[in-house]
């Protein structure tokens, strides 16, 4: 298994899901972002009964810094319909709520829409190799590339486009949880804009997954695309794409605090 399939790995024990979050997984206080809402996403696709269905939409909240330590994943079906089931999950640590999740879960519906996307892919030809300006993850899980600045450099323009893929040979097809993960997979683009050191958390992130991950390609390449699109009283709202070639893999939104 690569790092992220080692970190976010699940074991079934009676009626709940437990894994531990590895040493060195920090970004900042807590762990990783992507990690911690991944074991959500994994929770409830391993929950979900019916074959064919999938993480359609995903919607997350973090509650408080998730150390390194073991976790706990409770997932309860909400309602199982003919072609969709709402699903919803909490992780714990310790006895306590310190993220929570739901999920819109569905097979194929026969619309018989083409597919479609109103953004175009991004055109990035070769890029340099950055270099992690913080956060273990950067180096361990993901390669990211990318002419955009680095954060705390003062750069004018909240925005980034560059590539990302997961370090190490993966053992088994993406899911919904590797997806997610790479949608936090880059720092939130605003610290781009300070000349020195400040601290961000998610606090609200929601993600629309618009193919089977299963279907990619295990050693894909993905490019992002990631804008900060407005803040006030010290919340920012970003919108990422993440793309595979021209396909429109996932979109995201998240809602972020300035710490400090």
Known sequence: MNPFERASHLERVDDALHGVVPPGWATGRGAFGGLVLGYLVKGMELHEALPGRRVRTFTGDVLSAVLPGPVVVRVRTLRQGKHQSNVQA??????????????VMSGTRPSGMEPFAQMTAPDLGELPVMLAPAG?????LYELRSHCHVPF??????SIEGTLAERGERSAPFDAAAITALLDGW???LLQTFDQHRTMATVAFTAEYLLDPASLPRDARFAMRAR???GREGFVVELRELWCGVELVALNQQTMALLR
């Open 136 to 140: 273990p993850h950067f180096d361990e």
């Open 228 to 230: 900060a699109v407005a």
């Open 90 to 103: 909490i992780l714990e640590q310790e006895g306590q709520i310190v993220a929570t999740g739901s999920a």
């Open 187 to 189: 720092w939130p683009v």
């Open 153 to 158: 450099t003062r750069a004018g323009d909240p």
